[in-house]
């Protein structure tokens, strides 16, 4: 028997400011990027995975950083607008402490980013990071939970028809990662079996994943 394997290939997904799209539960955080200038030096924008921070901050600046290989020495190399992401990943809370410092007398404009706001150990730090504007990334609403299930899709080039959205959309936890992970799973149970992505199909793949986590 042949055994047909689907190659993942690596895709292009467009972080630009037209692939953006703005709701209730983002609107926040983007108005905030749209800023031509902050009355802080720092802003840091929180929300689960998936939710669109790296495509904020790829929106923001052109210099997009993470947080657990910034090093001290990175700081003075900065330009006028950067980005530091995953700052819950932070190997050394004294870079941070500096990148602060640094930042509110350069007048730059550091946008962070991470899940939830770190529990900062070190005590200059949390005092100075308690100043910075925390701006949430709520769950998605239905708008964006369309408007992801349908950019999912298309940056995978797959073309789906309106019923599988409607079936997704009524079938899914109001969860960025849920979008993720549903689209990936169908389009590579799809490409396996060399089949549209159709409703049915989706009730097969679903199955074959909760067979496959028993096992």
């Known amino acids: 028997m042949t055994v047909q394997l689907p190659f993942h290939l690596p895709y292009a997904v467009p972080k630009t400011v037209d692939d953006f799209f703005v709701s209730a539960c983002n609107e926040e955080a983007f108005s905030w990027i749209q800023k031509p200038t902050w009355p802080f030096a720092m802003v840091l924008v929180t929300g689960p995975e998936g939710c669109g921070k790296t495509h904020m901050a790829h929106i923001f600046a052109k210099t997009v950083l993470k947080a657990k290989d910034f090093k001290e020495a990175d700081i003075l190399l900065l330009p006028q607008r950067a980005v530091i992401e995953d700052i819950d990943e932070c190997r050394d809370e004294q870079v ?3 990148l602060f410092n640094y930042a509110k007398e350069s007048r ?5 980013t991470a899940r939830a706001v770190p529990p900062f150990k070190l005590p200059d730090l949390k005092t100075r990071m308690s100043t910075v504007p925390v701006i949430p990334i709520h769950a998605p609403d239905d ?4 408007a992801l299930l349908c950019k999912a899709f298309t940056d995978r ?3 789906v028809d309106s019923d599988v959205i409607t079936y997704l959309m009524t079938h899914l936890d109001r969860s960025y990662q849920a979008v993720h992970q549903i689209v990936v799973a169908v389009d590579t149970y ?4 060399k089949r549209r992505i159709t409703i049915p199909l989706i009730k097969e793949a ?3 994943m909760q067979n496959e986590t028993l096992l």
């Open 190 to 193: 799809a490409l396996s079996k």
């Open 96 to 98: 941070l402490f500096h």
């Open 143 to 146: 708008m964006v939970m369309m």
């Open 157 to 159: 080039q797959v073309d």
């Open 108 to 112: 730059k404009q550091i946008l962070l």
């Open 206 to 208: 679903v199955a074959h």
